[in-house]
T-cell receptor, first 108, second 115 residues
Framework: EDQVTQSPEALRLQEGESSSLNCSYTVSGLRGLFWYRQDPGKGPEFLFTLYSAGEEKEKERLKATLTKKESFLHITAPKPEDSATYLCAVLGGNQFYFGTGTSLTVIP | EAQVTQNPRYLITVTGKKLTVTCSQNMNHEYMSWYRQDPGLGLRQIYYSMNVEVTDKGDVPEGYKVSRKEKRNFPLILESPSPNQTSLYFC??????????????FGAGSRLTVL
């Protein structure tokens, strides 16, 4: 069965405390893995696309990496404004499969 | 500005009263889709459309209808809403052209409450 699993469900960090979010997937015909940020009551906002194992993308304090069966979103020295839910999605064929997200809270 | 626009953003209605949530995109995208988002369940696809006049069921199509008469518009219709359709709804679009980025662009969401 095609599915995407994110962990942990929730994460609380002190400001400046680095950590990683995990996205594992069992989707055939991978055409891309996508990370989104979602603020409460708003639409998901695109962060990164990764296409092949070994690929890495960076944006400010965020870095996304991809292996054959999982992706990590590394957050370095987070700030309170990084608090949000981070969604992982995998495109297999013409279908997007979404994880349930990791809710990140960064405490000042 | 490239965007997906949904209306209304908030709606409270009663069981059985037909309603339509509109969705429009200005990016000339072929693919459009509707999702619902519920706590603990994540984003679930309701219907999608690969192009004009082509629509297909997603994972949770029961109780919903869609149409794609124009490339830019993809309305979601609830013929007889029930309380279990209370949810946060998102419309999204992307290109399917070869070489395209495949990135789904989402609307701001429509929060629907059915009493």
């Amino acid at each position: 069965e095609d599915q995407v699993t994110q962990s942990p469900e929730a994460l609380r960090l002190q400001e400046g405390e680095s950590s990683s979010l995990n996205c594992s997937y069992t989707v055939s015909g991978l055409r891309g893995l996508f990370w989104y940020r979602q603020d409460p009551g708003k639409g998901p906002e695109f962060l990164f696309t990764l296409y092949s194992a070994g690929e890495e993308k960076e944006k400010e304090r965020l870095k996304a990496t991809l292996t054959k069966k999982e992706s990590f979103l590394h957050i370095t020295a987070p700030k309170p404004e990084d608090s949000a839910t981070y969604l992982c999605a995998v495109l297999g064929g013409n279908q997007f499969y979404f994880g349930t997200g990791t809710s990140l809270t960064v405490i000042p | 500005e490239a965007q997906v626009t949904q209306n209304p953003r908030y709606l409270i209605t009663v069981t059985g009263k037909k309603l339509t949530v509109t969705c429009s995109q200005n990016m000339n995208h072929e693919y459009m889709s509707w999702y619902r988002q519920d706590p603990g369940l994540g984003l679930r696809q309701i219907y999608y459309s690969m192009n004009v006049e082509v629509t297909d069921k997603g994972d949770v199509p029961e109780g919903y209808k869609v149409s794609r008469k124009e490339k830019r518009n993809f309305p979601l219709i609830l013929e007889s809403p029930s309380p279990n359709q209370t949810s946060l709804y998102f419309c999204a679009s992307r290109t399917v052209r070869v070489g395209g980025a495949n990135v789904l662009t989402f609307g701001a969401g429509s929060r629907l409450t059915v009493l």
